[in-house]
């Protein structure tokens, strides 16, 4: 266990295995403990490139595609990952707060993602300059505020999110997305599943039109919100890669 | 020289270069004869995959991006290719026909194809159950019904393409295309270009959502008609090798 100075205020080995170190952390903020996963390379360098994953709603920072995505990223490119949990999962989860989407949720998301990301790259692990974002659903209706509000991202895999939803989800939020969208910079791939039952068909495309970023690419599959097929999962990784290892 | 019992009337060497040999090549239709070109891997097996290249508009069988599509699928893959000239273009420009595209030009292309693959396995090359097509543009206005009419096609690449367009097309002809999609059944991969100024966005939208592939997939990116990005480019031709060498 390490002690660090700035907000890691914990930091411990949870084994290795198949080549992937895994560490469990924790963020103290104001608002409370942020606790979080830390994926790297057994063998790491000393600037390795970093992908923040945000997951969904109802999953965690260790849900299997957590787990799933974060061992590809190292495996198969020596990128190191990190997953927190949002507000009212995982560890969060029991603090007898109402689960409700919206503006003040995805602000609190932002300042948790920031300060995750500074005692991460505080490690001196990571190379700053290459840091990457992957999340869908619940994972870019908090990701592309952080994203927006950091600068610090170069690349980022977003999607299943439009401008409204049918999911329990305040109007705050989305009017949030709208605002920020047209901030976004970084070349991102936004995936969509054409039969969307949660976000409607035209408010995802809406969303996409209205990022900013010059590069920016729409991926869209048949299937329902959580039907997402084997093969977008490894073209978004392959996309953070691509831009990443560069 | 070679001459071929059934359709081919011609075919003959053309040269070698970087591992790429190439042929040229007339069929012989009722019709009139269609003039094509094939690349092989200089030394071939006994049953290549194939690819088919549709050219779009004002482009023909060895226009720049045949060639270097062609030249990529021998070169990275080992796939064959082959393209022929769509009415009114290449050799076949100087009957003196007016150019338009209608249902009754696509129904002569889709012929001129069926021909071309009967011609191309009968040379006893080719893996019959290996075959791909790739056309955007025009060349989905006219690969779409082919692919349809023919089922030999096993994965494509499609789109440029709506239900409708700015550009001097026949309704006869977006008629067929909606009439033909629902019973497309390969996988197929749909390119679309988001700020497309022959082809608005919901007219291309609505044809990919016909579609009847059970694997089909959307992939949109900024600019105009003719600015596709070359990643988009090398993402077409992987899946085709992926579906094709699978």
């Not at 787990?67 to 495996?75: G, I, N, Q």
């Not at 977003?158 to 047209?182: I, K, M, N, Q, Y």
């Amino acid at each position: 266990m390490r002690y660090h100075p700035r907000m890691l205020e914990r930091i411990s080995e949870a084994g290795t295995a198949e080549g992937v170190r895994e560490r469990r952390f924790d963020i103290v903020r104001p608002e409370g403990r942020v606790p979080g996963v830390l994926w790297t390379p057994e063998q790491a360098g000393s600037a390795t490139p970093l992908v923040l994953l945000g997951h969904g709603g109802a999953g965690h920072k260790r849900d299997e595609s957590r787990l799933e995505r974060a061992h590809a990223y190292v495996r198969r490119y020596g990128i190191a990952a990190a997953a927190i949990d949002g507000p009212y999962h995982g560890d969060r989860a029991a603090r007898g707060r109402e689960q409700r989407y919206d503006a003040t949720v995805a602000g609190e998301m932002v300042g948790d993602w920031q300060a995750t990301l500074d005692a991460l790259l505080d490690l001196g692990e990571f190379d700053e300059d290459r840091v990457g974002y992957g999340g869908v659903s619940m994972g870019t209706m908090f990701g592309l505020p952080f994203l927006v509000a950091d600068g610090r991202i170069r690349a980022a895999v977003l999607g299943l999110c439009g401008v409204r939803s049918s999911a329990r989800t305040e109007d705050s939020l989305f009017a949030r997305l709208v605002r920020d969208a047209p901030r976004l910079a970084c070349p991102t791939l936004f995936l969509m599943q054409w039969d969307d039952e949660l976000f409607d068909r035209e408010g995802v495309l809406a969303l996409f039109d209205l990022l900013g970023s010059a590069d920016k690419r729409l991926y869209a599959n048949p299937g329902g919100h959580a039907e997402t097929p084997q093969h977008v999962r490894d073209l978004g990784l392959e996309f953070i890669a691509a831009q990443l290892l560069a």
